[in-house]
């Protein structure tokens, strides 16, 4: 490699990792390096701008924390998240939607028909579904892993007066499918804007709400993990996500009911609004 030129870096630089093992992560990173190159060459990169790139990413880098990820943030507001949720989709399976900046792994389990509310304020709202595959037989072994903003429209990691776990919890459903939850309706809220995506943010002029929504994995053996969004019809941004979330499929109508049965058995009020939220998983490719 003495001699280095500009018509033979970026084939080099591909040769250079033509030893890794694993042929998709090969495949991978060759192609990152192929576009990487090709932006640069295409846009004339300076090393001004070079610099001020990788300060970004320092600066994405010193605001992350384990419990709130700007390199995700920067996914969703570029729509790389979404691309990829589009891309992972299967005819007949709820549509996916973006993971978000505040998933956590390992919230509490919780049994079936659980109440979230606790000393949280808001309208409450019954959540009700059922897992199955593609052609509605019933997943039993099924999980939901569940989160929401609180009704001030934040995270329990944007809010220290929120105790950990605020308003998220993993379940197993029924061996029918079936599943039950009792929590709040979710709030519209700004996507972080006090980091480098902020700073994106602003010097595009762009809008950085994002329309209410509950978050939802779901999980079962030998099919497909969904990560998923459920969105509230009535909300003022659901044609504007900051993070391209929004699928038609996905907005629900939250309506309002009033059976005393239901209620006194999970502990709602006379009256509460409730959506239906059938999930569909496809089987492994």
């Given at each position: 490699?003495?001699?280095?030129?500009?018509?033979?870096?970026?084939?080099?630089?591909?040769?250079?990792?033509?030893?890794?093992?694993?042929?998709?992560?090969?495949?991978?990173?060759?192609?990152?390096?192929?576009?990487l190159h090709a932006f640069a060459s295409e846009t004339q990169l300076t090393h001004e701008e070079w610099r001020e790139g990788i300060a970004f990413l320092h600066r994405a880098a010193d605001i992350s924390s384990p419990s709130r990820s700007e390199f995700t943030l920067l996914s969703d507001v570029l729509g790389l998240s979404s691309l990829v949720d589009l891309m992972a989709a299967r005819p007949g399976a709820t549509e996916g939607s973006v993971l978000g900046p505040f998933h956590t792994?390992?919230?509490?389990?919780?049994?079936?028909?659980?109440?979230?509310?606790?000393?949280?304020?808001?309208?409450?709202?019954?959540?009700?579904?059922?897992?199955?595959?593609?052609?509605?037989?019933?997943?039993?072994?099924?999980?939901?892993?569940?989160?929401?903003?609180?009704?001030?429209?934040?995270?329990?990691?944007?809010?220290?007066?929120?105790?950990?776990?605020?308003?998220?919890?993993?379940?197993?459903?029924?061996?029918?499918?079936?599943?039950?939850?009792?929590?709040?309706?979710?709030?519209?809220?700004?996507?972080?804007?006090?980091?480098?995506?902020?700073?994106?943010?602003?010097?595009?002029?762009?809008?950085?709400?994002?329309?209410?929504?509950?978050?939802?994995?779901?999980?079962?053996?030998?099919?497909?993990?969904?990560?998923?969004?459920?969105?509230?019809?009535?909300?003022?941004?659901?044609?504007?996500?900051?993070?391209?979330?929004?699928?038609?499929?996905?907005?629900?109508?939250?309506?309002?009911?009033?059976?005393?049965?239901?209620?006194?058995?999970?502990?709602?009020?006379?009256?509460?609004?409730?959506?239906?939220?059938?999930?569909?998983?496809?089987?492994?490719?």
């Open positions: 490699m003495k001699n280095i030129t500009r018509n033979n870096l970026t084939d080099t630089v591909k040769s250079s990792f033509s030893n890794i093992e694993d042929e998709r992560l090969r495949h991978l990173v060759n192609r990152l390096s192929h576009h792994r390992g919230s509490p389990w919780m049994d079936n028909g659980s109440n979230l509310i606790r000393n949280n304020p808001g309208d409450p709202v019954l959540i009700r579904g059922r897992v199955t595959d593609i052609h509605g037989q019933a997943l039993p072994e099924a999980t939901i892993d569940f989160w929401q903003n609180a009704d001030n429209g934040m995270y329990w990691q944007m809010d220290d007066t929120q105790p950990q776990d605020n308003l998220r919890c993993q379940m197993k459903v029924l061996p029918d499918g079936h599943f039950e939850l009792v929590t709040i309706r979710p709030r519209p809220y700004l996507v972080p804007t006090d980091g480098p995506v902020g700073e994106l943010l602003r010097v595009s002029h762009r809008d950085a709400w994002r329309p209410a929504h509950y978050h939802v994995i779901v999980e079962a053996p030998g099919y497909r993990s969904l990560i998923t969004e459920v969105f509230d019809s009535s909300d003022p941004w659901v044609d504007k996500d900051a993070v391209f979330g929004v699928r038609a499929s996905l907005v629900c109508d939250f309506k309002s009911e009033s059976d005393s049965h239901t209620a006194a058995r999970l502990g709602l009020p006379a009256q509460y609004f409730a959506i239906d939220l059938p999930i569909r998983l496809a089987r492994e490719d």
